[in-house]
């Protein structure tokens, strides 16, 4: 009986407490930040919350992306190591493709041209003057092998790289008023320059030489042109004159001419006032 | 509505309910943890305001607790309530807090009444209804703490008996019995508020 009245008292006691709380939830309260916690500790607790968690990710994600990426690369690599060992032992058995011509250093566009102008001349040599030498018919094979000995003769002609130099080096020297005896001076290294591989090969080039008439070394001597030096002989010399479009070899009979001729001189121009002409007229 | 939509709403129901949240943060999912706060952090204040504590000792209490949490979500089991495991953590410390500075716990209730009635300048019903929520609180401050815990965990947290013995650890008919006489108290102390 006592634990009915019990229940009783407990049923109206929790309905009354309810109904308590529902009037008072309704109610506005005047100051509800008092029952609530402040807006610092609530960054404070979230920041926190967020630092806890916020390393380990991170480290998930570092881990998983450095795998893959080694796995692919070290196949690849070793294919790539493969192809070219393989490409490279191939191309070392195939024969070397070399030109002989232009394997020759120190041989510039002047030089292979000489060596192909030759090469074309002593093939119409051959063929002009067939009787005089009595030759079997020679095969191709046999005139382009010529050809390349010809060709091997002629390609120490490197060696007047230095005249070719002088050249280049005079050409670029400014001309203030004695164009004249630049040019001059430009003509004779070309001459020297031409004429010393000829010395070796005189079917080559025929230089015209003729003697220097009186009439000629009068005018000469009036206008007072450059001549250089070519060679002496026991009973005569040889010059040239630098003529204005032109240079004339000359040799001079040492009867009638006498020339200052020194070590000096032999390198440099000279002017005709120089030259002595002993059978004055 | 089809089946497909039930399993959906149970689904969404699922996943927004505490103990999933509590999981969800665990894995690293810090809005979950927003989320719980965000549900709780109210509960978890009052009941400590309640039980008469200055507002600077409560907000001191409530970081704790939920620091307490954020150290326990990797090994949160969902075997029972979050709320359970939540106010298991608030008590303890709130006993913690009281064993070491009895003293400070109690505050004088004098001086919110004044401060009320001071304050009041609202109308017949507002002022009537602030002075039964000052009463009520006054009322719960001066049980005795067995029947205030009890009374708070049940009244504002929600809490069953059953779970409210979990927490407490506490027989099922002890928390009955404080939760009797704390509403028998409490009635009596507001006869003068209440017609």
């Given at each position: 009986m006592s634990n009915k009245t019990d229940d009783k008292s407990l049923e109206q006691d929790e309905a009354f407490i309810d109904a308590l709380y529902d009037d008072l939830s309704q109610a506005p309260?005047?100051?509800?930040?008092?029952?609530?916690?402040?807006?610092?500790?609530?960054?404070?607790?979230?920041?926190?919350?967020?630092?806890?968690?916020?390393?380990?990710?991170?480290?998930?994600?570092?881990?998983?992306?450095?795998?893959?990426?080694?796995?692919?690369?070290?196949?690849i690599a070793s294919a790539a190591s493969l192809i070219l060992v393989v490409s490279l032992v191939l191309k070392q058995g195939e024969p070397p493709?070399?030109?002989?011509?232009?394997?020759?250093?120190?041989?510039?566009a002047t030089v292979k041209k000489e060596s192909q102008q030759a090469a074309e001349q002593f093939v119409m040599e051959q063929q002009a003057a067939p009787q005089a030498v009595v030759?079997?018919?020679?095969?191709?094979?046999?005139?382009?092998?010529?050809?390349?000995?010809?060709?091997?003769?002629l390609a120490p002609q490197a060696s007047l790289t230095p005249a070719a130099k002088e050249k280049k080096t005079l050409a670029r020297v400014k001309i203030d008023g004695s164009q004249d005896l630049l040019t001059a001076e430009l003509a004779a290294v070309s001459d020297r320059q031409v004429a010393a591989p000829l010395e070796k090969d005189k079917r080559q080039i025929s230089v015209k030489i003729r003697a220097l008439e009186e009439q000629e070394y009068l005018a000469y001597r009036k206008q007072n042109l450059a001549w250089s030096w070519v060679e002496e002989s026991s009973d005569a010399y040889v010059i040239d004159v630098m003529l204005k479009d032109e240079v004339r070899r000359f040799l001079l009979a040492k009867k009638k001419f006498r020339l200052p001729i020194e070590k000096e001189n032999k390198t440099g121009l000279l002017r005709f006032e120089l030259i002595q002409y002993l059978d004055k007229p | 509505?089809?089946?497909?939509?039930?399993?959906?709403?149970?689904?969404?129901?699922?996943?927004?309910?505490?103990?999933?949240?509590?999981?969800?943060?665990?894995?690293?999912?810090?809005?979950?943890?927003?989320?719980?706060?965000?549900?709780?952090?109210?509960?978890?204040?009052?009941?400590?305001?309640?039980?008469?504590?200055?507002?600077?000792?409560?907000?001191?209490?409530?970081?704790?607790?939920?620091?307490?949490?954020?150290?326990?979500?990797?090994?949160?089991?969902?075997?029972?309530?979050?709320?359970?495991?939540?106010?298991?953590?608030?008590?303890?410390?709130?006993?913690?807090?009281?064993?070491?500075?009895?003293?400070?716990?109690?505050?004088?209730?004098?001086?919110?009444?004044?401060?009320?009635?001071?304050?009041?300048?609202?109308?017949?019903?507002?002022?009537?209804?602030?002075?039964?929520?000052?009463?009520?609180?006054?009322?719960?401050?001066?049980?005795?703490?067995?029947?205030?815990?009890v009374?708070?965990?049940?009244?504002?947290?929600?809490?069953?008996?059953?779970?409210?013995?979990?927490?407490?650890?506490?027989?099922?008919?002890k928390v009955k019995s404080c939760w009797r006489y704390a509403l028998k108290k409490i009635r009596t102390g507001l006869g003068a508020y209440v017609e």
């Open positions: 309260s005047p100051d509800s930040s008092l029952e609530e916690p402040s807006v610092e500790l609530d960054n404070k607790i979230l920041a926190a919350a967020h630092k806890a968690v916020g390393a380990k990710p991170k480290l998930v994600v570092k881990a998983k992306a450095k795998k893959p990426a080694f796995t692919w690369f070290k196949p493709v070399i030109n002989e011509m232009t394997s020759q250093p120190g041989i510039d030759r079997r018919p020679e095969s191709a094979g046999q005139i382009s092998q010529q050809m390349v000995a010809r060709q091997r003769a | 509505m089809s089946r497909l939509d039930l399993q959906a709403r149970q689904d969404i129901a699922q996943q927004e309910s505490d103990e999933s949240l509590m999981l969800a943060y665990g894995k690293g999912d810090a809005r979950a943890f927003d989320r719980l706060y965000q549900r709780h952090k109210v509960m978890v204040y009052r009941y400590f305001i309640r039980h008469n504590l200055s507002t600077a000792v409560a907000e001191e209490l409530c970081h704790d607790t939920w620091l307490k949490v954020i150290k326990a979500r990797q090994g949160y089991q969902a075997n029972a309530l979050f709320r359970t495991f939540l106010f298991t953590i608030a008590r303890r410390l709130l006993m913690d807090y009281s064993s070491k500075k009895s003293t400070q716990l109690e505050q004088p209730l004098a001086a919110e009444v004044e401060q009320v009635q001071t304050s009041n300048a609202w109308g017949e019903d507002r002022v009537k209804n602030q002075l039964l929520q000052q009463a009520l609180i006054q009322q719960i401050a001066r049980l005795p703490f067995e029947q205030r815990e009374f708070l965990l049940k009244q504002e947290a929600g809490f069953s008996i059953e779970q409210i013995a979990t927490i407490t650890y506490q027989h099922k008919e």
